[in-house]
T-cell receptor, first 111, second 114 residues
Framework: DGGITQSPKYLFRKEGQNVTLSCEQN?????MYWYRQDPGQGLRLIYY???????QKGDIAEGYSVSREKKESFPLTVTSAQKNPTAFYLC??????????FGPGTRLTVT | ELKVEQNPLFLSMQEGKNYTIYCNYS?????LYWYRQDPGKSLESLFV?????AVKQEGRLMASLDTKARLSTLHITAAVHDLSATYFC??????????????FGTGTLLAVQP
């Protein structure tokens, strides 16, 4: 089965802790993306990567970091510098020039 | 900077009625996508519109794109309760430094009442 997986589905952390969200795809897509969604809002782009070992900041990259060591994987770290980390995080992937497919999401709650 | 606006933000409609959701964007682009999101779930791709005049239909939903007017519409025909969801349009920011960098609208929450 081809698709995008994100883990965990729910994540709870204490303020001040870094946390890493996993995103894996087996669609052989070159491009991968991380979005953040707040309640009642649209999606905002955090980081994206069009090729292995390269990535670019999106509109709200502050307080986040990523890596792209393998084509299949694009983990997102939410650092303690992110002031309001509680949100729904969505990972997506696409073939170049084609539509983006989304994973099931990770709901992060920081208290 | 590309901006994408949807209206209405909330739409309550009766089953059997027709309605249209509008998506306006501010700069040139000829790639527009419509997604559906159910509560607490991820996004599901509905339509991909890649040229001026493109029209796609699936069941009770029909999407169109007018790149000259920078406008896309999502038309709902004879709504049924199963269509209740949030609908997002997203525009490819072709001049933002990379292809496939999408800018999303704020979404339209559709509630179909019996």
């Amino acid at each position: 089965d081809g698709g995008i997986t994100q883990s965990p589905k729910y994540l709870f952390r204490k303020e001040g802790q870094n946390v890493t969200l996993s995103c894996e795809q087996n669609l052989n897509h070159d491009a991968m993306y991380w979005y953040r969604q707040d309640p009642g809002q649209g999606l905002r782009l955090i980081y994206y990567s069009q090729i292995v070992n390269d990535f670019q900041k999106g509109d709200i990259a502050e307080g986040y970091s990523v890596s792209r060591e393998k084509k299949e994987s694009f983990p997102l770290t939410v650092t303690s510098a992110q002031k309001n980390p509680t949100a729904f995080y969505l990972c997506a992937s696409s073939a170049t020039g084609y539509e983006q497919y989304f994973g099931p999401g990770t709901r992060l709650t920081v208290t | 900077e590309l901006k994408v606006e949807q209206n209405p933000l909330f739409l309550s409609m009766q089953e059997g009625k027709n309605y249209t959701i509008y998506c306006n964007y501010s700069t040139t682009s000829d790639r527009l996508y419509w997604y559906r999101q159910d509560p607490g779930k991820s996004l599901e791709s509905l339509f991909v519109l890649l040229s001026n005049g493109a029209v796609k239909q699936e069941g009770r939903l029909m999407a169109s794109l007018d790149t000259k007017a920078r406008l896309s519409t999502l038309h709902i025909t004879a709504a049924v309760h199963d269509l209740s969801a949030t609908y997002f349009c997203a525009v490819d920011d072709l001049y933002g430094g990379a292809t496939n960098k999408l800018i999303f609208g704020t979404g339209t929450l559709l509630a179909v009442q019996p």
